[in-house]
């Protein structure tokens, strides 16, 4: 109210402001003669007056109170010898002093109050908007915070419905958090082992604690993501699988500063995974057997042939003949069923093997069809060096894929398969044997190609039972190798080259595969365009 009452005084014409100043300088001089003591101050209230007029009346209202207080009080209140007179100088002289004096400083203190004025606005409206501000602030943290615990929630729930844990693990501070799920799903309390990145050694099982520790000291060293399956035992004692996968992550400046991952359970994955590859292992077993039987009977036929004709001899020399031709078919059968025995034996741990006998025993196997089908084989082994395997397993590779080649080739056709001492595409530093084999059957296009390796996918629905390729690709993962696919439909160069990398020693890795070129069917170019 009072701000709006000098704003509309302010507002005055200033004609209008100088008369209520000369009135404001009559009472100020009038309340001065009024009180007889004050008439040794005259100027006691007259200073102030004009002071207050130039605060609220401007530069005009305070010019009229001056002006007409100094001439009542001379008028009034000075004795007659220093009274005023336009003859005299001085008294002149001290009129136009107070006038400008007391209205200067009238002006001046009121600009120094508007300037107060303004600035305790100002500094109130930084108050008001410094409040403002931490309201919003904070209900942008209220928000944020509401957010964040939805988000968490809706993480946990995911987590929960998948099945997955999440750990973080703090590496400036060594600390690992672990998600009550992750608790779970090793049959522990939430919380129980604490965020000691040791702690969880205790529920791993004692046979993969050594590679578990080695790869998470080298994703922590070299700053590489991982993936890695190992076993975990609960407090009942069941033993379960999990697959761990972790991801880094770095600081502005590059420094490895945490490495968060998820861990699933993946038991009955795995389980279902063991008993497709028994299945497929029978499969391929009926398969070879009916190979097997198939190549014995020709010379079985032989001997009851040469049997029959021992019983028509007429001599003894001509009976011994036929009793030598009817030994060599027997060694002939023996043989055979001997690589099969060989290879077909289930063993427990990687052994030092030769490619090359796996792959005679196994075509061995196969002649009686290839020579049936019209199939010529070319078979090139440069410089082998053995490689510790699986044998059964590596005989089931090849069975599988050279019982494609030959249907893929029904009315004929050339297969080639070369092994070689290699190195992994994937990493260069790996050595090993790598095998191709290349057909010059009907091929496939490019959506087969890319669905060849997944489980029950089969291009035979009357005789195949979908898991040929995939168990390759299992069997040739689980040592730690590689296999590639490429094939042709086109008229006259139709094909399809497998290569295949087993490494010197199973490493069993997991990393992800890195792009390599397509040489090896540059080098079968030739078979597949005959």
Request: aromatic letters at 6%.
């Amino acid at each position: 109210m009072k701000l709006l009452t000098a704003s509309v005084i302010e507002n005055l014409p200033w004609p209008l402001r100088t008369l209520l100043g000369c009135a404001i300088a009559v009472l100020s001089v009038g309340i001065t003669y009024a009180i007889h003591p004050l008439h040794a101050f005259p100027l006691l209230l007259a200073f102030p007056t004009v002071v207050l007029c130039a605060w609220f009346l401007g530069m005009a209202g305070s010019f009229g109170c001056a002006l007409v207080d100094v001439v009542l009080i001379d008028a009034l209140m000075t004795r007659y010898e220093l009274r005023f007179s336009t003859g005299f100088v001085s008294e002149t002289a001290r009129l136009a002093v107070f006038i400008v004096l007391s209205t200067l400083l009238g002006e001046m203190i009121r600009r120094f109050a508007d300037q107060k004025a303004e600035l305790k606005s100002q500094q109130l409206k930084r108050s008001l908007l410094l409040a403002q501000t931490q309201r919003q602030m904070a209900e942008e943290r209220a928000r944020a915070g509401e957010a964040l615990r939805q988000r968490d929630e809706q993480l946990q729930i995911a987590l929960r419905a998948s099945g997955l844990g999440l750990w973080a693990w703090e590496i400036d501070e060594d600390k690992v958090f672990r998600s009550d799920e992750l608790y779970r799903i090793v049959g522990r309390k939430p919380g129980s082992l604490g965020p000691d990145p040791e702690a969880w050694l205790e529920v791993v099982h004692p046979e993969d604690r050594h590679l578990l520790e080695r790869k998470m000291e080298n994703s922590r060293e070299n700053g590489g993501d991982y993936s890695f399956h190992y076993r975990i035992v609960r407090p009942d004692g069941s033993i379960r699988w999990l697959e761990s996968q972790g991801r880094c992550q770095f600081d502005g400046a590059g420094h490895l500063t945490r490495i968060v991952g998820v861990v699933a359970d993946v038991t009955l994955r795995r389980r279902a995974e063991e008993a497709m590859l028994r299945a497929e292992k029978l499969a391929v077993a009926g398969r070879l057997a009916a190979s097997v039987a198939h190549e014995i009977n020709n010379p079985l036929e032989a001997v009851a042939n040469l049997l029959y004709l021992i019983t028509l001899s007429s001599t003894a020399d001509e009976a011994h003949v036929h009793a030598r031709s009817a030994l060599d078919e027997l060694l002939r059968v023996s043989m055979i069923t001997q690589s099969t025995l060989k290879f077909h034996r289930q063993a427990g741990t990687p052994k030092i093997t030769h490619l090359s006998e796996v792959l005679e025993g196994v075509l061995a196997m196969f002649r009686a069809r290839l020579k049936a089908a019209g199939i010529v084989l070319d078979l090139n082994v440069a410089g082998e060096r053995a490689i510790a395997c699986m044998p059964s397993e590596a005989q089931q590779v090849f069975a599988n894929l050279l019982s494609n080649a030959i249907e893929a080739m029904s009315r004929g056709g050339r297969l080639r398969i070369r092994l070689r001492p290699s190195r992994d595409w994937r990493d260069g530093a790996t050595e090993g044997m790598r095998v191709t084999i290349g057909d010059t059957g009907t091929g496939m296009d490019r959506a087969t190609q890319q669905l060849s390796f997944e489980p029950f996918f089969t291009t035979k629905p009357e005789t195949g039972t979908g898991l040929g390729m995939w168990v390759v690709a299992q069997l040739v993962e689980r040592h730690g190798g590689d296999v590639r696919l490429w094939s042709s439909t086109h008229t006259g160069s139709s094909g399809t080259v497998v290569s295949m990398f087993l490494p010197m020693e199973p490493t069993g890795l997991e990393d992800a595969e890195r792009e390599a070129g397509k040489g090896a069917l540059a080098e079968f170019d030739p078979l597949v365009r005959r």
